[in-house]
């Protein structure tokens, strides 16, 4: 049974794939007619030019980007997720920009240029694992 | 076609006062408040009812809460407005006591900063668009993202970008005001508790509070009212400008600063290089090598060599931060921009004993706000 994902509206699996922890993710983006791509997707208007309603399509972004920068957080208000964790701004298709959580504890090599991509991940919630969106670094 | 500040009619900054920025205490904000207000009309030499208008910065008070506080001065039955623009509120405020005199609706106007710490959630959190990671992202994180892109980008390591902070707790030692007053070594420095990445507590901005207070006039009004015009310091631009959608690749906090500071610095006819003094938007320490870039002071990459030169230090090529900036003079959000203004104008009439950066005729003060906004504005000695 798959386990239900915590923002569906952001991301799904990758085709072919199920909805389990691992299994490799893509982002739900929106593309404006003027050629401006915009994740999260949102549909009240496009940031660069103000176009709304049927100009704003569905894009899917593969998930795969360019790491430029990381910062792993060791204060942490909030009950989740738990300090230590590691945020990275991450470039993705299209030169849309994004942040996220890194999948595990950053190796050592974490630096900016390297190619990362996204996968599904468990994350505790209220009635059983939610699956979250993480970035992970592409093994050599 | 729009005017600019320089168009209008000249204002001045007559008045500077504070009450000290500090660690939270049971300190109502009205004490605070009254103390900077009453403080710089003293500066002036004038009395509050001359005072014709009230901007009263504020991000985290709550609502109304300026005629709570004004009505002790005596209650006038002016104007009174809040303003809030995140950490640009007080600048904010600043901007438009001046547009008012500069429009010739009032002759003095205030401009007041005030706050206590607060949680207070953002605006954006109710636009219904689902995040990613925001909620694990706090501005320190944004910040400590820059810090690894930066330090990556120009070879740069992190006792580079931490001087920042050696520099400016020196210069907050110096200041009564100053939330945080004692000189650091790098080592303490780099010691502390560890943030977001190799940001640790004494490069980033403290939670305080505090207020800060400035009294803005027109020519008639400072002869009106018998004002000392050599006191008196000209406000020369004003520029106020919000995020935009910018090139893949292009940071968004550095063209910002870069597009705002620019504007500012032709509508006042100034080079980067003219500058004597820059009150910058410091919460954390790369921020201040960020902005001295955008702003063209000198080349991406470049300025890490001028903060160990001791190009930015009193005393050096331009002293940026002189009051301590927001990592030492302290951040309470409402008061911080004004604080600037004051902290500029002193320098400028060559009052600020220890703190004084000799010569200093031009300033510029710059703030940034969650949005993002980002608030300019340059004094100049006549």
Redesign the interface.
Known sequence: MATPLK?P??YRPAEGHDAKAGSPACLNAVKCACG?VAF?P?H?GC??CGRSGSDLQEEVLSGQGRL???????????AY?VAP?T?V?V?LDH???????LAENPPSDL???IRVHSILQAEPAEGGDVLD?RFAVIAN | MAKTLADLRPVYVVGIGWHRYQEMSSTTYVTLGLQAVRQALADAGIAWEAVESSYVGTALLGMACGRPMLRHLGASGNSIVHIENASASGSTAFRHACIEVASGMSDVALAVGVDKPAKIERGERQAGIPQLAADAIVPFTHFALLTNGYMNAHGVAIEDIARVAVKNHGNGAKNPNAHRQRARTLDEVMSGRRVSGDLTTLQCCPVGEGAAAVVVASEDGIRRLGIDPSRAVRVTSSVARSERVYPPGTGFDAELTRETTAMALEQAGLKPSQLDIVELHDAFTVEELHYVEAMGICKPGQSVHLLKDGALDIGGQVAVNPSGGLIAMGHPIGPTGIGQIGEITMQIRGEAGERQHKGARTGLAHMVGVGAVCYVHTLQAD
Do not use: C, N
């Open positions: 923002k509206q952001l401006h999260p949102q009240y940031e660069r430029l920068a990381s910062s792993t957080v060791h204060m942490h208000a909030a997720p964790f945020v701004e470039e030169g849309v920009v994004t942040r996220g959580l630096k900016p240029g969106l």
